[in-house]
């Protein structure tokens, strides 16, 4: 090292326009929290996601929430709002498509054939065309829980953005969606942002937040805690020089090699600053205390012998202490989780440069000042009372070792009734305070609505077409009426289905209640008609003629002489059909003017319920099911075509016809459901989840994959999204964790093993270790504290912090041992060396990362209390465990000489 020092001025050079260099990458760096950057490229979930994304679009949207304190939504003066507001919204450059309750189509049947217009073809004046409006928008259950909810006093605008937008571009048009919205907020209206694009852009605006608020603050703490212990302002500006310089170099290579800023690495800076000063801190801790045992002036010469000697004395112990932590953070990059890999590295890189800048920088530093100050007069500034405690301290628990390991049995058996208790969730919205905006949003969202959290299901034939085949259709309107009949978690589930459904339905209406439309609308329904006349080839085959579901000419007088079996209330004698075809069974609706006795309203009551899934029903699925039972509205077609007597077909093909007959006349656009308007091959279908929980998911999932066994056998599910991707993350946190805790313990053993030359130095090194890992999952299992993305760091931050007081407290106690044979004494000069260093060395790091209390982020907050836990236990595990085993135990290797 005296070579090396002799360089001091080249040292400081170097070492200031590498900073330099890595200050001007600083303002390239970019935020980025889409729950894709949490998993590694090649994941498979990530893969079938980015293909979605191909085939149907990407599926993030911003969803607005409108409540209005006064009236319903369909009133006159609400409906007008919502048009302004969603005419408005369109006009914003980035959005490529709003839904609203004024704007979304609605598929109607008339006389003529079928018609798509939208819900609000114009505003209402009144009540009774409020009410109209109202009826059609209850009519069809796609709009249910979307467009209303349950007491009508609330609804959703669905705000899609162009494909392909960067994080700026989604960040600006979420403030310009934020500026609209926030003009319409007023005594009767209240207006909630969300959606997984709102939670990106304000999760990064918080992480600024934290950045700037929260790096002042802890420097402030470390200066206060750092002159308190040192008691001289060049120790301080030393120390702090350092920190900020590792820190500055590890954001600025994240910044150079484009790695972008997630909450996760939002701690780096954080870290680096209460962990990066440990070295300074011992070196010159080290320094001081030589320097106090001169009396008089020193000269400039005496000056830099003191400081070659501390460097001597510490550069192994502190070249093993980072070694060591780069160990305990570097294996955080063995986990498969994108943010907390690049933590680790990027982390590593920060501990390695605060070691190069503690022991070259500072040593070069002293050498310089003295030089410049000459001669001068040694201050003590010994701490005498904080020496006298620990002195006392070593007293008090060396006469009680055994009830010592017993306390200390006793703390680890608690803890590990903990670890049962742990649970495994990240969910990115619960990362919010409660009090914040977006977390209220998502809230009310959740609670009156579907649900935020988007799971996507692909369903994919082997060929062009299969997606149009009636069993595939009816399995996957099954699977949407299982989940949400089974899920409480499932709000709602949409697919192409339930566009067939309802174009099935209002194609079959009955004559008498087809609706009455306008001229306009009635001339687009004999096109619709026309086209179906000219399109008969979907519903026949090469050799022979088969009945056509719509109305043609031929299957017309057919069916004029059947009569339909609507339901055990109406119906008459079947007569026979004279085509040779499968005759088509047109059901009649309602008698407008039938009266019933009370006996046949009971009946059809029992029928109705017979209907039934389940026996607890409310009055809306009621009245439903009397729909159905007596085809009011033709509620009996709303169905996927599948009964080959009821349509009148002569096979499944023709059905598979009659559906691509369907999908070629809806004018509207369902390329977000399917990937072919005509001949399909893949479908995507939608879930809404109204809680955030992975766990919820989890359940909703294996469901999925479990009831996909009813499936044709050529038919394959692909289950993504936003719900599926944050499972998958959370499902590796622990395998991740797992992973870097052995890592960590294996290098940590490896490392001081080796450096004593022993196998048991290395087992004696992991003991404080495990001891404060055992008792940080312990407490998080008792106090509730989810195993989530941040609070997965907390081991590898433990293990390579704390492996520090490990390595300084058996190598300052090794030097005392060879020294003399009176373990008490030995004990006790390195307790109130050492050990003093390894307590303010604890108590700064747990200060700083206490700091992070005050985050805008659960994760962060609980990160910051366990991380200072762990500081406590290990360092105090480090000063009372591992020497009374070494005392008791007395193994070689620490009296030996290496």
Known sequence: MRKILKHNKLIVIII????????FQLPKIEINNDIQVFLPDD??????????????????SIVTAVKFKTGEIFSPPNLETLSKLSSELENIPSIDEVTSLTNADYIEGSSEGMIVEE??????????????????????????????????KSTQIVISLNDGLNNEEKEKAYYQIKKVTDSYQNNNTEIYIAGATAVDVLMGHSMLEDIKYLIPFIIGVLILILYLFFKRSLAVVLILMTVLVSSIWAIGLMAFLGINLTLVSTVIPVLLIAVGSAYGIHILSHYYDYLNEYQGEISVSEQKELVIKTVDKMGKAVFLAALTTIAGFGSLASSQIVPIKSFGIFTAFGIAAAFIVALFLIPSLLIIIANIKNDVLAENVETAEFKSILEKLHNFYSKRRISMIILAVLILSGSFLGFEDIIVDTPLIEMFKEDTEIRQADDFINDNFAGTNIMRVMVEGEEMGDLNHPDILTQMDGLQQHLVSHFDEVGKASSITDYIKRMNQVMNYPEAETTKTSTNSEENAVKTNESLETSSSFYEDDSEESASSFYKEDTQKTNKNSEANSSSFYQTENKKSTNSQPKREVLEGPAREKNISEYEFIQLLNAALTRAEKKNINAGELVNLLAEEMNYQAAAYYEIPTDLDKYGAASKQ????????????????????INDQLEPDKAQMLLQLNNPSNLAAQKVRKEIYDYSDNFPEDYKLTVSGNAAMALEAN?????????????????????????????????????PLAFSLIINFGLMGHLGIKLDVGTAMVASI???????????????????RIKEDDLHLVTQKTLTTTGKAIIFNAISVAAGFLVLLFSNFYPLIYLGFLIAVTMCTSSIASLTILPLLLNIFKPEFISKEH
């Open 43 to 60: 994941h498979p979930t990530k893969i079938s996601n980015n293909r979605l994304d191909e085939i149907f679009g990407e599926s993030d």
């Open 654 to 673: 023709n059905l598979q016809n009659l559906i691509s007959q369907y999908l070629l006349l809806y004018s509207g656009s369902v390329d977000d459901l």
């Open 798 to 816: 433990a293990i390579g912090i704390g492996v520090d007081y490990t390595i300084h407290f058996l190598h300052s106690y090794h030097a005392e």
């Open 119 to 152: 819900l609000v073809e114009e505003l209402p004046t009144n009540k009774e065309e409020s009410r109209k409006i109202k009826s059609k928008t209850l009519n069809w259950d796609l709009y249910e829980n979307n467009l209303y909810s349950d007491d009508f």
């Open 731 to 767: 499902n590796l946190i622990v395998s991740s964790q797992t992973r870097s805790i052995i890592i960590s313990f294996i290098i940590v053993f490896l490392i001081v093993a080796i450096s004593f030359r022993s196998v048991i130095a290395g087992l004696y090194g992991i003991i």
């Open 16 to 23: 200031s326009l590498i900073t330099v260099f890595f200050i």
